[in-house]
């Protein structure tokens, strides 16, 4: 064409020029046709496909009146209403036409169904899309054409009127479906998807408004707006629809969508990634289908199976370890193939507490399939009869117990004989003196009057009258009975009690207090309800998981034996690879201009990896001629020591740990547990605190391991000095402080306790908590029980009771008056020695702020932040009546602030943030650490600043902003029980 054009259009304008260019396309028609031309021209469907149309319309239009189909009403309509995506509907009519041509019939039988499309694409529904899928399935074999009229012409009348009924509404009333990363045409899905499936229906169904109204329904609930959610909709319902259209029934195609609106909003939670995991089928729908229809499968029994697993889906989805459950019954009904397996899978998921870990749904399934299918049925029934829990199932007991119960339980046994009991009846104190105030109840109005003396510090005015009559009523069990106030007696580093008597305590630790009596009262709301469900999951996006995913792995795969080999070789590797490092820095060194600061700062680096080379040959020398106790301590301080750079060595230093206790009858039936639970890539909060749970109890078994401590006491100083580059603890000596500290960042301990009360925090901005709030009491006190002052805390300073004696140094006990025991401590020590920048004035030490690991794990991180300005009050009410500054110790040094570290970065982000004066030359005192570490100290409350008293205004905007959150926060569903 382009040779015919003259070379003057190059000059016209681009209007000319198009105008010009269209006209070649569109050549001028006979006057009589002209309004079809222009129609083309403004029409939006594509000029290749109204053209061959139009000559259709002509070829319509010579025939005889009586002989016509109409095509030129659904022409205008095609030109009026289509698109770009519409395509000429006449090739497909021709099919039709000759069907008719071969039995002799009229082409005038098409003029119902001309007009109906007419009618349809003046509603914006595609002739050519409605022909494809609905028509020509229904009635391309049905040679019959006479009895067309009554056959299949109502069925599409039904079908259109639905077509156009749904496009009108939500989510179909825009063109195109989805999200920013996925995008479906409405119309396909609207034809293809929605109108096939039906197009091959008994006309009886198909007149039933009951169910067609249930149909719509289903379609009119959903929003189509999530990838995640339209991705398993293609697979699991849309493809199978299409793919057995016409050998469905409407009640079974409804028995598929009807999960569909409850399913929608948890899969939109879900990024796609995570969405796919929980397929049924991964391949294509088709090639799964014709898999199963090969092995003796129905169609309805893919409907059967289909329907079944999206209402699993939904069912476990809202559940903490939804994902790993579903995905290992993907995998189960992908390899079984029994068309009724979904619905009993079903049954029995719906039996289970929605709780449960994944070791409870593994063993109920694997109990399933190993009865035969007869007795399935009443399997389930059994289970759902006892709560949920088959009686069989081997994890009735409570494995996860506070770690300080646990110790009770094994340091009471003894209690059995005195009381003449069975020792299964003794699980901690409390049950001790329960059975002793049962044989003796005259005596628990004197318990009762001792256990209020002690909370609420009136033991301050004990005299040796009133000593005498608490001891000869305690008596046998005054070690247990203290426990039951205590409850972290016997802690992680001090095992035996101070004292067999208060008479005896009172004469090993005399104290003389010269403070006045300081309290502080405080409610104080404890994280002990029940989320729901699916907002337990929903926020565990915001959870870094993949750190504590590598804890979880050593619990999901445990060694049965100690890794000393592999340690070896892991240690060997590491030394190995500083080989490269040091011999390119020398190279660098050498070729750097000297002096310079580049030589100097490669000179430095040179040193450290020559000192780090050296340091773990000689470890490497000592661990081959070390006892196997040895072994194991330098194992877990070298794995701590490089945990963030070889994972792999922290890994099998942690599972030899695991293996090393594993005959702990408790441990070993929780890794059993945990083994079973724990899936690879998922974590629940229910997890993460049996974890923390189960780590807390080793560190006990590592604390009172005889080995351990007989390997620490007789450690040379050759031995000392060749471990000193590995320890964490700042001071370079191998205690239990050391052991305690390794362990801790071998199981990134402190970072589990944060992300666990993130994750609370995080549900309790979700849901509304409504348990009452404890009544917590905290108060300054020096009297002679306070030589248990580290048990109060649960810390390392339990092993010097004898501190109290020192007349300048006090405890703050941390009372929970609503569980009548003692969940915290800090430590207050009044220093006299002359600071310069301080001015010389005395000065108040505040550190060892330690709540109870238990209650800690209860806690948000707002909820620690509370806490610890209660204890900042009562700081604040110290600094007022003495007139002395607080200050904080140790700010550069872990453990001194609190053994939380957790709680430590909170205090100190509180603190620091104000831009306290931060000294380094806080000397004169010195306990269990350096004096140099205590020195470096933030003097976070003075007389001299009066800014400087803020805890009571930050508690009141604090408890505002939580109370706030509280009432717009939906209430919680009601507590399932596991």
Not at 545 to 560: E, H, I, M, Y
Request: aromatic residues 8%; neutral net charge.
């Amino acid at each position: 064409m382009s040779e015919h054009l003259d070379p003057s259009i190059y000059d016209l304008e681009a209007e000319e020029l198009d105008s010009y260019r269209r006209e070649e396309v569109f050549p001028s028609p006979p006057e009589g046709e002209r309004k079809y031309w222009r129609l083309i021209r403004e029409a939006g469907t594509s000029p290749s496909q109204s053209i061959p149309f139009l000559s259709a319309v002509q070829l319509d239009q010579i025939r005889r009146p009586a002989d016509r189909v109409g095509l030129e009403r659904l022409f205008l309509a095609y030109l009026t209403h289509g698109g770009p995506t519409w395509l000429n509907p006449y090739p497909l009519l021709q099919r039709l036409e000759r069907s008719l041509e071969k039995y002799l019939g009229p082409k005038k039988a098409l003029a119902p169904l001309v007009d109906l499309l007419a009618r349809l694409a003046e509603k914006g529904i595609s002739p050519h899309g409605f022909l494809l899928y609905v028509v020509l399935p229904r009635m391309e074999g049905d040679f019959n054409w006479r009895e067309w009229e009554d056959h299949h012409f109502p069925a599409f009348r039904t079908i259109g009127d639905l077509l156009v009924s749904l496009r009108q509404e939500a989510p179909f009333d825009k063109p195109v479906l989805g999200d920013e990363h996925l995008h479906l045409a409405r119309d396909v899905v609207l034809i293809k998807y929605l109108a096939r499936p039906l197009a091959r229906l008994p006309r009886a169904e198909l007149q039933r408004d009951d169910l067609i109204l249930e149909y719509q329904s289903v379609w009119r609930s959903l929003h189509l707006a999530s990838t995640t959610f339209i991705h398993f909709l293609r697979t699991h319902i849309l493809g199978p629809l299409y793919t057995l259209s016409g050998k469905l029934s409407l009640d079974q195609i409804i028995e598929l969508l009807a999960p569909l609106p409850e399913l929608e909003p948890l899969l939109a939670s879900l990024p796609p990634e995570k969405g796919l995991s929980v397929h049924l089928y991964h391949a294509l729908p088709e090639r799964e289908i014709l898999k199963r229809t090969t092995k003796d499968y129905l169609p309805s029994h893919v409907i059967r199976e289909l329907s079944a697993y999206t209402r699993l889906v939904a069912r476990l989805l809202p559940r903490p370890l939804g994902i790993p459950v579903l995905r290992l019954i993907a995998y189960l009904l992908r390899m079984r193939m029994e068309p009724d397996l979904g619905r009993t899978i079903l049954s029995l998921v719906e039996s289970l507490p929605p709780k449960g870990g994944l070791v409870l749904y593994k063993w109920h399934l694997k109990r399933l399939f190993s009865i035969p299918v007869n007795r399935r049925e009443a399997f389930i029934a059994e289970t759902a009869g006892h709560q949920g829990v088959h009686p069989a199932y081997p994890f009735t007991e409570d494995l996860f117990p506070d770690p300080e119960e646990t110790h009770q339980r094994h340091a009471f046994a003894e209690y059995a004989k005195l009381l003449s009991v069975e020792p299964d009846r003794i699980k901690g104190a409390s049950d001790i003196v329960h059975l002793y105030l049962r044989r003796h109840p005259e005596l628990e109005p004197v318990f009762s009057l001792i256990r209020e003396d002690i909370l609420e510090g009136r033991d301050r005015r004990w005299d040796p009258e009133r000593i005498s009559l608490y001891d000869k009523a305690t008596g046998p069990i005054h070690a247990p009975f203290l426990r039951t106030i205590i409850p972290g007696m016997g802690s992680l580093f001090y095992t035996a009690p101070k004292s067999p008597s208060f008479q005896d305590l009172a004469s090993r630790y005399p104290v003389s207090p010269t403070l006045p009596p300081l309290s502080h009262t405080f409610p104080l709301t404890l994280t002990t309800s029940t989320p729901q469900l699916w907002e337990e999951a929903s926020v565990k996006e915001r959870i870094a998981l993949q750190p504590l995913l590598a804890v979880s792995a050593v619990f999901r795969t445990p060694l049965a034996s100690p890794p000393e080999q592999e340690v070896f070789r892991a240690i060997s590797r590491k030394l190995l690879s500083l080989r490269e490092p040091l011999e390119r820095t020398y190279q660098e060194l050498a070729a750097a201009p000297s002096p310079s600061p580049e030589a100097a700062h490669l000179r430095q680096r040179y040193e450290h990896l020559l000192a780090r080379q050296r340091a773990l040959r000689t470890a490497l020398g000592l661990y081959q001629e070390a006892s196997p106790h040895l072994r194991f301590l330098i194992a877990l301080m070298v794995g701590a020591h490089f945990g963030k750079s070889d994972p792999e060595l922290s890994r099998l230093a942690l599972s030899w740990t695991l293996a090393r206790y594993r005959h702990d009858p408790l441990l070993a039936k929780q890794i059993a547990y945990l083994s079973e639970d724990l899936a690879e890539d998922d974590l629940s909060l229910a997890q993460l605190s049996q974890i923390t749970l189960s780590l807390e109890h080793l560190f006990r078994l590592v604390a009172d391991d005889p080995h351990i401590r007989d390997a620490l006491d007789h450690t040379s100083t050759e031995q000392q000095d060749v471990l000193a580059p590995f320890l964490l603890t700042r001071r370079k000596t191998l205690t239990l402080d050391a052991v305690d500290a390794a362990l801790k960042r071998l199981c990134r301990y402190h970072q589990m306790l944060a992300e666990q009360a993130k994750w609370q925090e995080l549900l309790s901005r979700t849901y509304r908590q409504e348990e009452p709030p404890h009544t917590f009491k905290l108060y300054l006190s020096k009297t002679p029980l306070d030589a248990y002052y580290g048990d109060m805390g649960g810390i390392c300073l339990s092993e010097h009771p004898e501190a109290i004696t020192n007349p300048d140094l006090y405890v703050a006990r941390l009372a929970d008056l609503t569980s009548g025991t003692i969940q915290g401590v800090a430590v207050l020590y009044r220093n006299t020695v002359p600071s310069q920048s301080m001015g010389g004035r005395p000065y108040w030490f505040a550190f060892a702020i330690n709540p109870l690991p238990s209650l800690c794990r209860k806690l948000s991180n707002a909820q620690l932040l509370q806490m610890y300005l209660n204890y900042r009050i009562l700081f604040e009410e110290l600094s007022r009546r003495t007139g002395m500054p607080v200050l904080l110790p140790g700010i550069s040094s872990w453990g001194i602030i609190s053994n939380n570290d957790h709680l430590r970065r909170i205090i100190l982000r509180y603190e620091l943030m104000r831009k306290p004066p931060v000294l380094k030359d806080a000397t004169g005192f010195s306990f269990y650490y350096h004096e140099y570490q205590y020195a470096h100290a933030a003097c976070i409350i003075d007389p001299a600043r009066p800014d400087s008293f803020t805890a009571r205004r930050d508690l009141e905007a604090l408890t505002a902003h939580l109370a706030s959150d509280s009432a717009t926060a939906p209430a919680p569903s009601a507590p399932v029980s596991a």
